[in-house]
């Protein structure tokens, strides 16, 4: 039979990092299997659920990567993929368990399904076989006295249509998961292979909920400046031990290794350090010109502008070791791409405490100027030459220039930034630093 794997979200709202990765651990399943990925929307509750919710789940699923082969804005043979359009397939549905004689009404009209009452063992592939006892709950209703029809119905109605093979889901699906087996065997359909994953929690153990630190993907993690490949990375292994040397891994590698036995039963913490650490990893792997790209957004967001690209790609990509996210990167190259950026008080203050600093600067200014060649070791050159002329040493004359050309005690080297500004712009805003905050 063919891996037929799909995600089902109810669109009340964000897409949250437990939704995504259920996503990913079906995308993960179909990708390694060679079998089919499909997305469907479960939003037959008019009152809870948004066209907008739906768009915001397609878009953090896209920007994860979890690209679906079947659902909305791609069709297929299944389709509609939204329940909202699928009743004639749940009257069709509905009739089958009429005619088996399962269904009757209550007063209002509502319909119930008749239960079996049969014990029903779940085989699943994280929890093992859950076995539940003959039930003692009245029937279930199946049919809204409106005519709409109730979750579990319609669930087990497009796992059928779809020809779903294996429900990846959460564990808090476990519990009713006997309501839809019996709902299959009443279909005389046989029920897919089901694998339950565990709750994530929050790092004090309680539930990860919609308002807490990391849940929702387009806020904490888009918005946030995360790079798709770390956040995908990361939540791989919310659950999931992957049987290699270390856990960043690719998107291949870790389609290759995915194996849903392999699912933890017990629940996953939730570590935004730890999301932030794999952050940084994969940011520091960019090339320039794929981190600028990435970038971008988030520097023009902060009123940063250029037209050389080139320059933009290698200012950004030199600070690329010193942020764990895009957001942090204006800050940190604010000043390569303007020249009226604010000197940092405190440093302003440690310079005119030494009145021999006008003077360094003004020769380091000099040689700099007689420079013909501008490249980092010319400029370092010249910085040396300087320092030596006033007998300090090459290091007393870094943290000055620095300040003179980026208006910080912090940021790559200070070489690096002369050369990526150019000649001009270094001598001009050593001219500015000396007036402006040496009082020269
Ligand atoms: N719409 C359900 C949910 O979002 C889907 C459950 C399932 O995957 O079967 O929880």
Redesign the pocket.
């Known amino acids: 039979m063919p891996i037929r794997v799909r995600f089902?979200?109810?669109p009340t709202g964000d897409l949250h990092v437990g939704g995504a990765r259920t996503a990913l651990f079906n995308w993960l399943m179909a990708r390694k299997t060679g079998g089919k990925f499909v997305l469907r929307v479960?939003d037959t509750d008019g009152a809870r659920n948004t066209a907008e919710a739906a768009a915001g789940i397609l878009k953090g699923m896209r920007w994860l990567g979890l690209d679906w082969d079947e659902g909305p804005e791609v069709g297929g043979d299944c389709g509609p993929y939204f329940q909202s359009q699928r009743k004639d397939i749940y009257d069709a549905y509905f009739k089958k368990l009429e005619d088996a004689g399962r269904v009757y009404a209550e007063e209002n009209g509502a319909m119930r399904f008749k239960f079996s009452r049969t014990a029903i063992t779940v085989h699943d592939l994280v929890c093992g076989d859950v076995t539940f006892a003959p039930t003692e709950e009245p029937d279930m209703t199946i049919r809204r006295p409106d005519g709409s029809y109730i979750f579990h119905f319609v669930?087990v109605v497009d796992d059928i249509e779809m020809r779903i093979s294996h429900?990846i889901?959460?564990e808090d699906?476990l519990s009713n998961t006997w309501k839809h087996i019996d709902l299959f065997n009443a279909f005389g359909a046989t029920p897919p292979t089901y694998a339950h994953i565990p709750l994530i929690l929050n790092p004090d153990g309680t539930k990860m909920s919609k308002r807490d630190e990391g849940s929702a993907i387009e806020h904490s993690y888009m918005n946030a400046g995360f790079l798709p490949a770390a956040v995908f990375n990361y939540l791989c292994l919310l659950g999931w031990t992957p049987k290699a040397a270390g856990e960043k891994l690719s998107r291949q590698e870790l389609v290759m290794l995915f194996d849903a036995e392999e699912i933890h039963s017990s629940n996953a913490k939730f570590d935004m350090k730890k999301a932030l650490w794999f952050n940084a990893q994969y940011l520091r792997e960019l090339n320039a010109e794929e981190l600028l790209r990435l970038a971008k957004p988030f520097l023009t967001a902060k009123g940063l502008q250029w037209s050389d690209d080139a320059m933009a790609a290698a200012a950004v990509h030199s600070v690329r070791e010193k942020v764990s996210l895009l957001t942090e990167l204006p800050e940190w190259v604010h000043y390569f791409f303007r020249e009226d950026f604010p000197f940092e008080a405190d440093v302003v203050a440690k310079l005119k405490a030494k009145p021999e600093n006008g003077g360094l600067l003004k020769a380091a200014a000099d040689l700099l100027g007689q420079s013909t060649e501008w490249t980092e070791p010319s400029v370092h050159d010249a910085v040396e030459a300087a320092a030596k002329s006033f007998s300090v040493k090459p290091g007393a004359m870094m943290p000055l220039l620095r300040f003179a050309l980026s208006g910080q005690s912090r940021g790559p080297g200070v070489t690096t930034i002369a050369h990526l500004i150019g000649k001009e712009k270094t001598l001009a805003r050593i001219q500015r630093a000396l007036g402006a905050a040496l009082g020269e």
Do not use: I, L
Request: charged fraction near 20%; avoid cysteine; glycine fraction near 12%.
């Open positions: 089902a979200p109810s479960e669930n429900v889901r959460g699906h």
